[in-house]
Each structure stands twice: as structure tokens, then as C-alpha cells.
């Protein structure tokens, strides 16, 4: 791993094929890195969902990942995975077309603070752009402030209609029994 004044090893992005089985694995080691993470919720996932996610991503159309992957000599396939988006579509009404919510962004840690979500999300706009959708959406930690700042660098802002009526917030309430965990856990 880098540390953050080295250059970074090079980086490739690529949308994740959840039927491989190598791809599956570094999306869902990645998340669970995530959800260990205090931004994450601090909890790992559950086995149940460690084992179903991948398939339960392929049998969505909607869905797409990427995962960016770090060339490494050393490791069994030339490369180590570094980081993850998981993005789900969506439908703007008020645009008539599709949109990309940006669910989950992941960069292992010592992978942090060399433009890798940078990366990541200059490829799932392009992929976004491709479904032909209308914008990209995502949620953040108002406390998360290294993330802030790459998502305002990526140009991402606030959603707002009329400044009069304030910006958007994000809600959720949870159904069937479901325990109140942090959204990575679930």
C-alpha cells in the first residue's frame, strides 16, 4: 500500500461482473471493509449477506458496480482491489429519465487521499451517461468530511428546488421487523 506522499501504483476502474467469482469476492471483502468502518456503521456484514449480495446485485438490472483495481506484481492476478462504488438506477419524474444513485463508495484505507473515489466516479458517470440518465444522486455522513470534499470536487452539491424552501434531506424508515442498523449492514 501507499502511504500519502507515494505515487500510487496504476489504477484501473471496471464495472464488476457479480457471476465472477473474483470480482464477488473484492466487492463484498471491500463493503464489509466499509461497513467496519465508523462512516460504514461500524459493523461488519452478516454472513447471510456476504453470501447473497452478489447475486442478489445480479439479478437486479438496475444495478451496477465498478471496482478499481491497484496493479500489484505481487498478487495472485497482477492486481489487488482498492475500491468499490455500488450504484442502483433510479427514474427522475421530473426529467422523464433515469437516474444513478451512487449507493455505496468504498477505498480501502490505506488506499485513501490518491483520487481513487476520483476515479471511480468519473466511471460510473460514464456508465450513467450511457443508460442516458439524467443525473447522478448520492447520500453522505454530514460528519464525513474528506468525503464531502471529493463528492464537491466531482461536482456534486446539495439538491435544492427553490433556495426558500431549503435543501434535501435523506430519510429512511426501516419495514418488516428490520432492526434499525446502518445501511451497510443491511
Given at each position: 500500500?501507499?502511504?500519502?506522499?507515494?505515487?500510487?501504483?496504476?489504477i484501473t476502474v471496471r464495472p464488476v461482473d457479480y457471476g465472477n467469482a473474483r470480482e464477488a469476492q473484492a466487492l463484498v471483502e471491500l463493503l464489509d471493509g466499509y461497513a467496519r468502518d465508523v462512516a460504514g456503521g461500524g459493523a461488519p456484514l452478516s454472513a447471510e449477506v456476504q453470501r447473497g449480495l452478489p447475486e442478489?446485485?445480479?439479478?437486479?438490472?438496475?444495478?451496477?458496480?465498478?471496482?478499481?483495481?491497484?496493479?500489484?506484481?505481487?498478487?495472485?492476478?497482477?492486481?489487488?482491489?482498492?475500491?468499490?462504488?455500488?450504484?442502483?438506477?433510479?427514474?427522475?419524474?421530473?426529467?422523464?429519465?433515469?437516474?444513478?444513485?451512487?449507493?455505496?463508495?468504498?477505498?480501502?484505507?490505506?488506499?485513501?487521499?490518491?483520487?481513487?473515489?476520483?476515479?471511480?466516479?468519473?466511471?460510473?458517470?460514464?456508465?450513467?451517461?450511457?443508460?442516458?440518465?439524467?443525473?447522478?444522486?448520492?447520500?453522505?455522513?454530514?460528519?464525513?468530511?474528506?468525503?464531502?470534499?471529493?463528492?464537491?470536487?466531482?461536482?456534486?452539491?446539495?439538491?435544492?428546488?427553490?433556495?426558500?424552501?431549503?435543501?434535501?434531506?435523506?430519510?429512511?424508515?426501516?419495514?418488516?421487523?428490520?432492526?434499525?442498523?446502518?445501511?451497510?449492514?443491511?
Open positions: 500500500m501507499p502511504s500519502n506522499t507515494d505515487t500510487p501504483s496504476a442478489a446485485l445480479r439479478q437486479r438490472p438496475q444495478a451496477f458496480s465498478v471496482i478499481a483495481w491497484a496493479a500489484d506484481a505481487s498478487a495472485l492476478h497482477g492486481e489487488v482491489p482498492v475500491g468499490l462504488i455500488n450504484c442502483l438506477e433510479g427514474f427522475s419524474t421530473f426529467a422523464c429519465r433515469p437516474l444513478v444513485n451512487v449507493h455505496d463508495v468504498v477505498v480501502a484505507p490505506g488506499w485513501r487521499g490518491h483520487r481513487i473515489a476520483q476515479r471511480m466516479l468519473q466511471s460510473v458517470e460514464a456508465l450513467a451517461r450511457e443508460r442516458g440518465a439524467c443525473k447522478l444522486t448520492l447520500e453522505v455522513l454530514s460528519g464525513n468530511h474528506s468525503a464531502l470534499r471529493a463528492y464537491e470536487r466531482e461536482g456534486f452539491a446539495a439538491y435544492t428546488l427553490d433556495p426558500s424552501m431549503g435543501q434535501a434531506q435523506f430519510l429512511q424508515k426501516m419495514l418488516d421487523g428490520a432492526e434499525a442498523a446502518p445501511p451497510a449492514a443491511l
